[in-house]
């Protein structure tokens, strides 16, 4: 169980630096040219727009109603009930029925069997309804047909509803069904949802019908106006064709009228029918209706029988654009209310994200200590694993584009405590083999053999609890599911991978040793002088009074002048961590100014910060000797009450390093890459006082010049380097201290 072949090694390094790359890129502009993926913040992390839209169900009974109305006429007549006066009104269908003929009537609505009036068997109940005094009948839906309708217009809207929003490119839209008339909309990142607003409450119902030659409306034709009022049309209530045969719909400019037009095409049935129609309608107007206004109204020069066309209108392409979406995504069954709208603002959000970042940072470190209290070395070795897990967690989310909510930063709360119950499960089964006085390489390979079933056992059943979460819940609550089953993955990786791999490093490296490695009931400490690495971090938080400091004057116009103001109180804060274990090194920072001015309400370098991580991997010699990669992250931002006035990205930077030994160790060959993937650094400001022969009053506002300055890495550098020894080495004494020296000089040297 501790053994691990050279390819593992290689692939679990390859592995963690990959992922590490995707969590950087969280910190990085878009334009970065390595990654460009983020973390999506959900709604109550990031604000954007929160939209409950619900269905106008009266349409859609008027119309099915509507439908109904021929085939009742036929039953009627099919099973000799004689009628008369037959009309909608009020959602009803009202009629008169000869006194003879109503228990025929009865008997044929009542009939379960003849499928005229549909019964629903999962309701018990009919579709339609009916009332009868003397001889007025009125035909309805009934509690249960409503009910029923309601289901499937909601659920044919949500799915055009989804249709429309995903068209926009909006990142991790939330939409969902609540009850059988409302749909739930939440948009993150969106602060303005006027445009939203206005593509969902359009039905798009496009028709295509000729204009009727004739002044007044008959009753297969009606008065329709054109979207802009200019003219009034008498249009044909026949359809020639609808919404339904378009197969697609962009927006583009005429070439000779250099107006944006919409052009669309046409299935096979639509484009058959709408081929005869323009065939046998040369000369005629063609009037196309979207919910009930002409938005154009061509005359048919030619016949169209290729499928496509084109829709002119006097359109902006913002117009064109919204239009062939909504004919692409397909009419709504029914027009949609907005009943609730709210906007929640990214500071609500930002409170939220430092609220959890607070609770996830006190967690974390908690168990750090505790393991190291409890554990020792074999605690430290769990804490570098649980670091690793956290970047790998934040990478797979990031690679795919998840969506972190509040509730998914408690699931990685949950999912360090998981890391470290999964380490303490195989450390305290360690220490029972140790009591059956095996020796330490026997215990360790026992300890991870015993403890795998329940370490397995356990995280399975956590992540069958997270599918069902997944599958079941809806919005934050899914979030938490997606992080506690992403962090389940991440852990058993990092527990039986990092974790074990640095573990058997220590434990064979101190094979030799008689005394348990592991402390027990009557089993001394860990020897103190063990080689394997330390842990360092550093905490603080300062209250500060009467501070000068500069800030950028917005009073100058047209130039970033840096001057000073006395600050009444501010305060900085920051954490530094550094641990490095058998060779692996990996540290960080973060420190952040806060200064206001309460006399005059105004805050000085709001929000100062700087963040820096950064990695070291080396291959165990016992593996690979001649490999080094070296890679980290830096970013740093100051912003002002005019803005953001340096450090706008962060950026990734990579060295990756060769070597090799020849002729017994006296000729050392090295290749070295120096920012492997070329990346630039940081824009700052810089500010210098002017000499007097420099200040010129017409070009300079202030005796101080700010320039803009780019903190850029000097490019690739790729360095061939040869170092020939002439003298005596010393084999035994000084191989190690040579090691260490590489190790300690390599681990520290990170340009910080």
Not at 42 to 68: C, H, M, T
Not at 164 to 182: C, Q, V
Not at 232 to 237: A, M, P, R, T
Not at 250 to 273: C, H, W
Request: hydrophobic content about 40%; aromatic content about 12%; glycine content about 8%.
């Amino acid at each position: 169980m501790l053994y691990f072949t050279k390819l593992n090694v290689v692939i679990t390094y390859c592995f963690i630096i990959l992922i590490s790359f995707f969590t950087f890129s969280n910190f990085l502009s878009n334009e970065n040219n390595i990654v460009n993926k983020k973390i999506n913040l959900g709604l109550d992390l990031q604000g954007g727009s929160y939209l409950l839209l619900e269905i106008d169900i009266a349409p859609i009974v008027l119309q099915k109603l509507q439908n109904k109305l021929i085939p009742l006429k036929k039953n009627l007549i099919n099973n000799k009930i004689k009628f008369k006066n037959i009309k909608i009104s009020e959602e009803k269908i009202n009629l008169e029925i000869e006194s003879s003929s109503i228990d025929k009537f009865i008997e044929l609505y009542e009939n379960k069997e003849n499928g005229i009036n549909t019964y629903l068997d999962q309701y018990k109940s009919f579709e339609f309804d009916y009332t009868i005094d003397e001889q007025n009948v009125s035909i309805f839906y009934s509690k249960f047909g409503i009910i029923r309708l309601k289901n499937s217009s909601i659920d044919q809207a949500l799915e055009i509803v989804r249709r429309r929003i995903d068209e926009l490119g909006t990142n991790e839209p939330n939409i969902l069904k609540r009850g059988n008339d409302r749909i739930l909309v939440e948009l993150p990142g969106l602060d303005d949802p006027t445009r939203i607003k206005t593509l969902l409450g359009k039905t798009a119902n496009l028709t295509f019908r000729f204009v009727v030659q004739n002044d007044e409306p008959s009753f297969g034709s009606e008065k329709l106006f054109l979207e802009d009022g200019s003219e009034e049309l008498i249009v044909s209530k026949r359809i020639i064709i609808s919404g339904e045969n378009l197969v697609d719909a962009n927006p583009r400019m005429d070439n000779q009228s250099n107006e944006t037009i919409v052009s669309f095409t046409l299935d096979r049935v639509g484009a058959k029918r709408f081929g005869k129609a323009t065939t046998s309608g040369i000369g005629k107007r063609l009037a196309i209706v979207l919910d009930g206004k002409v938005i154009s109204a061509p005359i048919i020069r030619d016949a169209i029988v290729s499928g496509s066309g084109q829709i002119s209108g006097n359109f902006t392409f913002q117009t064109a654009t919204d239009l062939s979406l909504l004919l692409r995504s397909g009419a709504l069954p029914a027009p949609l209310n907005i009943i609730e709208e709210r906007t929640v603002g990214p500071g609500l959000g930002q409170d939220s994200i430092d609220a959890g970042i607070f609770a996830l940072v006190i967690g974390f470190f908690l168990v750090i200590f505790f393991m190291l209290f409890k554990y020792k070395v074999f605690g430290l070795i769990a804490n570098f694993a649980l670091i690793i897990n956290l970047f790998l967690l934040v990478g797979v989310l990031t690679l795919f584009e998840a969506t972190l909510t509040l509730p998914g930063i408690a699931g990685i709360i949950l999912t360090v405590g998981m890391a470290v119950d999964a380490n303490v499960l195989i450390f305290e089964r360690i220490k029972e083999e140790i009591k059956n006085e095996k020796n330490n390489i026997l215990a360790f390979d026992g300890g991870y053999n015993l403890s795998k079933t329940a370490v397995i056992d356990a995280n399975i059943t956590t992540l069958i609890s997270a599918i069902i979460l997944f599958f079941l819940g809806s919005g934050p609550v899914k979030g938490f599911s997606v992080t506690l089953g992403v962090g389940i993955f991440t852990t058993l990786f990092s527990v039986y991978f990092i974790a074990r791999l640095l573990t058997s490093l220590y434990v064979v490296k101190n094979k030799h040793k008689e005394t348990p490695l592991f402390k027990t009931e009557g089993t001394p400490d860990i020897p103190e002088h063990i080689p394997m690495g330390f842990f360092y971090t550093n905490f603080y938080y300062h209250e500060l009074e009467n501070v000068i400091s500069w800030y950028d004057d917005d009073t100058v116009e047209n130039q970033d002048v840096l001057t000073f103001r006395n600050s009444d109180r501010g305060y900085n804060y920051g954490v530094e961590l550094f641990m490095m274990i058998a060779g692996q090194t990996l540290g960080g920072s973060y420190r952040k100014t806060d200064l206001s001015d309460d006399s005059n309400d105004y805050q000085l370098n709001e929000g100062n910060y700087f963040t820096n991580m950064y990695c070291r991997i080396s291959l165990p010699e016992k593996y690979i000797k001649w490999f080094d990669f070296e890679y980290g992250f830096y970013w740093m931002k100051i912003k002002t009450p005019s803005g953001t006035l340096f450090g706008e990205d962060g950026t990734i930077w990579a060295d990756l390093s060769f070597s090799k030994t020849f002729l017994d160790r006296r000729l050392r060959v090295s290749l070295s890459i120096d920012n492997l993937f070329d990346n630039g650094g940081f824009e700052m400001l810089e500010s210098r006082d002017l000499s007097e022969d420099e200040y010129d009053s017409s070009l300079y506002s202030s005796a101080t010049e700010t320039t803009d300055v780019d903190n850029d890495r000097n490019g690739r550098t790729v360095s061939l380097s040869f170092k020939y020894n002439f003298g005596k080495l010393e084999e035994d004494k000084n191989k190690h201290r040579r090691k260490s020296h590489d190790h300690d000089g390599g681990s520290m040297d990170m340009g910080y």
